[in-house]
């Protein structure tokens, strides 16, 4: 049975310039930040938001949803058990970036292994 089959569970959506999140209801238009009317990122179900001080944590949060990948510790439709991995630090966000440059793999792939 699908874990988000029946149930329409709010995600996590993320202002990295303010660096703040807020759950809401995933629509179309998309959702706009408070503070700065800008737009908000989809971070997925299982974002855990970094402290507002925190801004090197946000700039590996940056980096990450504006590749494109969001924070889901399980499938979309939430058959899969197996958590993804996103880099939380720079030095790990360092580490894949070097391995790309040096292989020609594109980024995206490599933010979310665990091992680079």
């Known amino acids: 049975m699908c ?3 029946f ?6 959506y993320a ?6 999140s807020f759950k809401r209801h995933p629509r179309d238009g998309g959702h706009t930040c408070p503070r700065c009317s800008g737009p908000l990122l989809c971070a ?4 855990a938001p970094p402290r507002r001080t925190n801004r090197k944590a946000w ?4 980096v990450v949803l504006n590749a494109g990948l969001r ?6 439709c939430g058959c899969g058990r197996d958590p993804k991995f996103r880099p939380r630090t720079r030095a790990q966000l360092r580490a894949r970036r070097v391995i790309a440059a040096r292989t020609g793999t594109p980024l995206v792939e490599l933010l979310g292994r665990a091992e680079p």
Do not use: N, Q, T, W
């Not at 149930?7 to 996590?12: D, I, N, Q, S």
């Not at 700039?59 to 940056?62: D, E, M």
């Open 3 to 5: 874990r988000y089959a």
């Open 15 to 20: 202002c990295v310039s303010c660096r703040i």
């Open 7 to 12: 149930a329409h569970y709010k995600l996590h």
């Open 44 to 47: 997925g179900h299982d974002f």
């Open 59 to 62: 700039s590996v949060v940056a």
């Open 71 to 76: 924070y889901d510790g399980f499938e979309p």
